[in-house]
């Protein structure tokens, strides 16, 4: 199994400040004949599903606020919410699409500092 | 657009069979491929199986042994099975839609979830 591991595990930021969260994978998700990396962002709010954020590493899905970005390649990424706004609290998961078993990382709870 | 909505017992017994069908709404079934995912409470994700709608399936190693996947489209439904179920199989369960028509996609639609509970 490809293992993700996300750091870190929770972070308090000021409303309108940079946070950055990690994803390491145990093993490259880059298929290099198509040179995509095969890793999405998930935001979670208490007593919802997930929603995708971003795929391919960084491609914003449709609707997603342009203060949600995506990058890394191959075993580490990075989501960066640029300016925190309140609506932004949420357990963020990365999540590995590359191989079998679909893995999940185990979640940063974003809050406000 | 598209909907998702799990139905089935909130609640199963020890040892039985977790039964739950996913139903498809505002869209096609069809050139999609459609997981099922769970969480138990407080805690992460874990991918248990995806099909196609043409039945290609493709399960978790760590379940395969008790998870059956099917697809119905003439209903536009998909299904799972869990066998003998312990606590631990006590999650949210959510289905969902691979977001392209090829098997290694991202989840961009998913159902509310429906909380299963293993208890006698």
């Known amino acids: 199994d490809i293992v993700m591991t996300q750091s870190p595990d929770s972070l308090a930021v000021s409303l309108g400040e940079r946070a950055t969260i990690n994803c390491k994978s145990s093993?490259?998700?880059?298929?290099?004949?198509?040179?995509?990396?095969?890793l999405a962002w998930y935001q979670q709010k208490p007593g919802q599903p997930p929603k995708l954020l971003i795929y391919?590493?960084?491609t914003r899905e449709s609707g997603v606020p342009d203060r949600f970005s995506g990058s890394g390649s191959g075993t580490d990424f990075t989501l960066t919410i640029s300016s925190l706004q309140a609506e932004d609290v949420a357990l963020y998961y990365c999540?590995?699409?590359?191989?079998?078993?679909?893995?999940f990382g185990q979640g940063t709870k974003v809050e406000i500092k | 657009q598209v909907q998702l909505q799990e139905s089935g017992p909130g609640l199963v017994k020890p040892s039985e069979t977790l039964s739950l069908t996913c139903t498809v709404s505002?869209?096609?079934?069809?050139?999609?491929?459609w997981s099922w995912i769970r969480q138990p409470p407080g805690k992460g994700l874990e991918w248990i199986a995806y099909?196609?709608?043409?039945?290609?399936?493709n399960y978790n190693p760590s379940l395969q042994s008790r998870v059956t996947i099917s697809v119905d489209t003439s209903k536009s439904q998909f299904s799972l099975k869990l066998t003998s179920v312990t606590a631990a199989d006590t999650a949210v369960y959510y289905c969902?839609?691979?977001?392209?028509?090829?098997?290694?996609?991202?989840?961009?639609?998913w159902g509310q979830g429906t909380m299963v509970t293993v208890s006698s």
């Open positions: 099909i196609y709608y043409r039945g290609n399936t």
């Open positions: 391919w590493a960084s």
């Open positions: 999540h590995q699409y590359y191989g079998t078993p679909r893995t």
């Open positions: 969902a839609r691979g977001r392209g028509t090829y098997s290694n996609s991202a989840f961009d639609i």
């Open positions: 505002g869209g096609s079934i069809s050139n999609y491929y």
């Open positions: 093993q490259s998700v880059l298929y290099s004949s198509n040179n995509k990396n095969y």
